[in-house]
């Protein structure tokens, strides 16, 4: 990342800290884009607004977002 994440054991805002606790519970470690966005707690949330409504709308299906985020992933040459 051209900009450095937070440290995620230094994270004041008790939202942050327990979503970037439970994706180091499901993938081992904080997803670097949320370490990003944790720098700036008011982007973190609309962020994760964007995300919870995609999934709540039910419109995209969970298998078809997560190839498409590893697709946009590949084109940006992130190690996802």
Do not use: K, T
Not at 4 to 9: A, L, Q
Not at 13 to 39: I, K, T
């Amino acid at each position: 990342m051209r900009i450095e994440g937070v440290n995620p054991e230094e994270v004041g805002d008790g939202y942050v800290r327990r979503v970037l606790e439970a994706q180091a519970r499901s993938w081992g470690a904080p997803l670097l884009n949320h370490l990003l966005y944790a720098r700036r707690p008011s982007i973190f949330r609309g962020a994760r607004a964007m995300w919870q409504g995609i999934e709540a709308s039910g419109l995209v299906d969970a298998r078809l977002q997560a190839l498409v985020n590893r697709r946009v992933a590949a084109l940006n040459g992130c190690e996802f």
